[in-house]
């Protein structure tokens, strides 16, 4: 599973707070990814990091802000959660080389947040 | 931006039977095609990728086929097994490692496969 971890795996919260999902790695990849799933789109990019304090932004981040602060993290904020924002969240890694291959990107469990 | 299409939106076959989801890509750059399989409730999982030097790749029971001219992809699943029914995500990316951002993976809308008994 690439060692990623996703935090929390579960999240109910009323429209209008504000929500932190935690991505963490432990195996010093360079390339981080947050994608939401929703049924009928796939899987669509959010944001994206290329190393401490890089980011940049995917094809769905109006609503979304995002944070790497260390290698192994990266923070993604709804900083004012609305019902449109209820999907599932998935983490992802990606790096050269990875089992002997190229390019490879891999998911961590993901999390489910529901905005009431 | 690049535009990754996949078909069919579901899929039914007789177990043993052979099962063909179809992907279209819009990028020319594009140069990595991977596939996922997502069983219910879990991560996705890479299960076969393909690089654009390479028109045929096989994994036991899976392939995948690519068409650079005409820009699509294809993965096959021969003698169908119950365990294959999952949704299965194909994705199109270009190499991005030369640069410093990295590379950006496009996804298609899944296929279910449901593989009956």
């Known amino acids: 599973d690439a060692g990623i971890t996703q935090s929390p795996r579960h999240k109910v919260t009323e429209t209008g707070t504000p929500v932190t999902l935690r991505c963490h790695q432990t195996e010093n990849h360079r390339y981080m990814y947050w994608y939401r799933q929703d049924p009928g789109h796939g899987l669509r990019l959010i944001h994206y990091s290329y190393g401490v304090k890089d980011t940049d932004k995917g094809e769905v981040s109006d609503g979304y802000s995002v944070s790497r602060s260390k290698t192994e993290d990266f923070l993604l904020t709804l900083e004012s959660a609305t019902s449109s924002q209820t999907s599932v969240y998935f983490c992802?890694?990606?790096?050269?080389?990875?089992?002997?291959?190229?390019?490879?990107?891999?998911f961590g469990p993901g999390t489910r947040l529901t905005v009431t | 931006g690049e535009n990754v299409e996949q078909h069919p939106s579901t899929l039914s076959v007789q177990e043993g039977d052979s099962a063909v989801i179809k992907c279209t890509y819009s990028?020319?750059?594009?140069?990595?095609f991977p596939w996922y399989k997502q069983e219910l409730g879990k991560r996705p999982q890479l299960i076969i990728d393909?690089?654009?030097?390479?028109g045929e790749k096989k994994d036991q029971r899976i392939a995948v086929t690519l068409n650079k001219t005409a820009k699509h992809f294809s993965l096959h699943i021969t003698e169908t097994q119950p365990e294959d029914s999952a949704v299965y995500f194909c994705a199109a990316s270009t190499t991005g490692f030369t640069t410093n951002t990295g590379n950006q993976f496009y996804f298609g809308t899944g296929t279910s496969l449901t593989v009956i008994p």
């Open positions: 393909i690089r654009s030097n390479v």
């Open positions: 992802a890694i990606s790096a050269p080389g990875l089992a002997g291959r190229s390019y490879e990107q891999y």
């Open positions: 990028d020319s750059a594009s140069n990595y």
